[in-house]
Nanobody, 120 residues
Framework: QVQLVESGGGLVQPGGSLRLSCTAS????????MGWYRQAPGKERELVAA???????NYTDSVKGRFTISRDNAKNSVYLQMNSLTPEDTAVYYC??????????????WGQGTQVTVSS
C-alpha cells in the first residue's frame, strides 16, 4: 500500500505564490508518474501538472508559465510551485502517484487533498 501526504496549501492574495509538497511512502518499487490535480467547488477534478520522468512534464493550459512541477525521486516527493495565483486557482489540490509496488503490482494512489484559496 502506498500513502501520499501533502502540505503547503493555504490562503494567499491574488498575485501571490504557494508551494505544495507531496511525499509518498509504503510499498514502493518504482514511481512512474507523480502529479497534481485540483477540484474546485461544483467542478470536476482536473489535471494541473504531471511529472512523467525527471525531464518530462505536462501542464494544463491555464497554469502554463505560472506553475512549475518538480520531483525528487530519492525522496519519492513531488512539488508544485504556484506563482501569479488568481482566484480561479482556488481549489482542493490532490497529489497522485502511479507506479509499481514491491509486490510488483500497479498502484494509483491519492493524497488527502490540500486547500488552496486565492482571495483578497
Amino acid at each position: 500500500q502506498v500513502q501520499l501526504v501533502e502540505s503547503g496549501g493555504g490562503l494567499v492574495q491574488p498575485g501571490g505564490s504557494l508551494r505544495l509538497s507531496c511525499t509518498a511512502s509504503g510499498s514502493i518499487f518504482r514511481i512512474n508518474v507523480m502529479g497534481w490535480y485540483r477540484q474546485a467547488p461544483g467542478k470536476e477534478r482536473e489535471l494541473v501538472a504531471a511529472s512523467i520522468s525527471e525531464v518530462s512534464t505536462n501542464y494544463t493550459d491555464s497554469v502554463k508559465g505560472r506553475f512549475t512541477i518538480s520531483r525528487d525521486n530519492a525522496k519519492n516527493s513531488v512539488y508544485l510551485q504556484m506563482n501569479s495565483l488568481t482566484p480561479e486557482d482556488t481549489a482542493v489540490y490532490y497529489c497522485n502517484a502511479r507506479g509499481i509496488s514491491t509486490t510488483f503490482r500497479a498502484f494509483d494512489s491519492w493524497g488527502q487533498g490540500t486547500q488552496v484559496t486565492v482571495s483578497s
